[in-house]
């Protein structure tokens, strides 16, 4: 009868040929040492990046799909209402994944990358008082390299949700229609018995004030902006 191989002690066999067990375990020791320096070092990068406006990429070995020019990131900040910011203000944590595509292209392209910025809604950063973040690296000329994406994607009416606050025309467009809506509620018998159109109008007026007040409060308030004033601000109420 033929004895079982057993795998594991021939495995032993095909690495004690070539070291031994004391020098794997100090191998195996070095190697994550260094491991764990290099991921500190990527998450200290990430909290306080360079202000650099290029990296040393081997342009070769680039994905095209990846690549992005600040034009378009600035049309889907200002259509979702997020921003474009240092990785310095994102107050969210960094996944294990985004510190191995960090490492993974810097392997790649035999360079340390730097001037992380990213882009996420304003909530996800840390914004000085005046869902879906994706990590970029800038490649030099207004484009940008995205290194990795994580998070839950977007809510599907999130660009429809902020549309009003695109820039003033929206808001205003916005602020008629509702007060198209509220006019058209309010029984006019209230004021008047007579049906005549111009009471309406003087109706719709004073409802047009009522709701842009509203608005105008609410964004003094609240320190809000609209998106195009707000995509590459650092500040709260800017």
Not at 207 to 225: D, H, Q, R, W
Request: proline share 3%.
């Amino acid at each position: 009868m033929l004895k079982r191989t057993n795998i594991e002690e021939r495995l032993k066999v095909y690495r004690n040929k070539t070291t031994n067990e004391d020098d794997v375990l100090k191998q195996v020791r070095a190697i994550l040492k260094e491991d764990s320096a290099k991921n500190k070092a990527i998450s200290k990068t990430l909290a306080d990046p360079q202000e650099k406006e290029h990296n040393d990429f081997n342009f070769d070995l680039l994905e095209s799909g990846k690549i992005y020019h600040i034009n378009q990131i600035q049309k889907i900040c200002i259509d979702y209402r997020l921003r474009f910011l240092s990785s310095k203000y994102f107050k969210g944590k960094f996944p294990q994944e985004a510190i191995y595509s960090i490492k993974k292209l810097e392997k790649e392209h035999k360079t340390t990358l730097n001037g992380f910025k990213i882009i996420a809604p304003s909530k996800l950063f840390k914004l000085e008082n005046a869902d879906d973040p994706l990590l970029f690296a800038p490649l030099g000329n207004d484009y940008f390299y995205l290194v990795h994406k994580w998070g839950n994607d977007l809510h599907p009416l999130r660009k429809l949700l902020v549309l009003p606050f695109r820039n003033f025309i929206t808001l205003t467009i916005l602020v008629l229609l509702v007060s198209w809506l509220l006019t058209l509620l309010m029984p006019i018998e209230m004021f008047t018995h007579e049906k005549n159109s111009s009471y309406f109008w003087i109706l719709f007026f004073f409802m047009f004030k009522m709701v842009a007040s509203i608005t105008i409060f609410y964004g003094v308030a609240l320190g809000k902006n609209f998106n195009y004033a707000i995509w590459k601000s650092k500040y709260f109420n800017a």
